[in-house]
DNA sequence: TCCTTAGTTCAAAATCTATTGAACCTTTGA
DNA sequence: TCAAAGGTTCAATAGATTTTGAACTAAGGA
């Protein structure tokens, strides 16, 4: 089973530091866009390689910000918006806020269909 | 004169990237305790060297998280509480609520007189 | 004027983080 | 059973950040 830190287990300045980065702040904005829509890995190829979105999403999951799921072969993704929002209330929606109106990285613009 | 950010230049990656660092968080948590009083350098020595700290202000000011004031010999430090508000909503009392709260890092206890 | 206080700057070293591609694992469907 | 889909892991590299101490600057007081 993968790794999730409990509500209390959740660290400020690992969350911060962890949302301080253009990738990981377009995947929640990515998140935040589809609701509370899980979504697989394969729905931000945009944002970088496999391998590179797989060490976001580690390091997404280890701060506590997203919750993931194995589905088939596949790996649902989904925002801890509830423990989050226990934990530091505001935090959550105040970066939201900003986060889905942010422009994507260059990758997403160089790589786009 | 030092730069700081206007209000509209305060990027979000950037303030979660600078805060997302236990000794900045704790710059952040020292100011937030003494209330809106702002604070010379040296108030800070227990967090980290002298060269040190003047890096850390350098940061946090870039990023637009505190204003630094020349006044005689010293530099007031202090929090741009209403820019960061009127930038990002709710953001930064969700954070200082918990910043006021963290135990200080290693360094301030090691040096502790 | 000279000294002290308070902080900056610089270059070097140490450390950490992000990115890549190749090889791999696991589940599912044919 | 085999192949494909969807991700992970690893080692290597590149790049960024943090820390240090020594040398420096600027303002204020004796």
Redesign the interface.
């Known amino acids: 089973m993968l790794q999730h830190p409990t509500v209390d287990q959740i660290s400020?300045?690992?969350?911060?530091?962890?949302?301080?980065?253009?990738t990981r702040?377009a995947i929640l904005g990515d998140l935040a866009r589809r609701g509370d829509e899980p979504l697989a890995c394969a729905e931000f190829k945009l944002l970088g390689s496999k391998s590179n979105l797989s060490y976001h999403f580690a390091k997404l999951r280890e701060a506590g910000v997203i919750r993931v799921e194995p589905c088939g072969t596949k790996r649902l993704i989904s925002l801890r918006k509830d423990d989050l929002n226990a934990r530091?209330?505001?935090?959550l929606?105040?970066?939201l806020?900003?986060?889905v109106t942010?422009p994507p990285p260059e990758k997403r613009i160089e790589q786009a269909v």
């Open positions: 400020l300045p690992q969350v911060l530091a962890v949302l301080g980065d253009q702040l530091f209330p505001g935090l929606d105040s970066i806020a900003t986060a942010l």
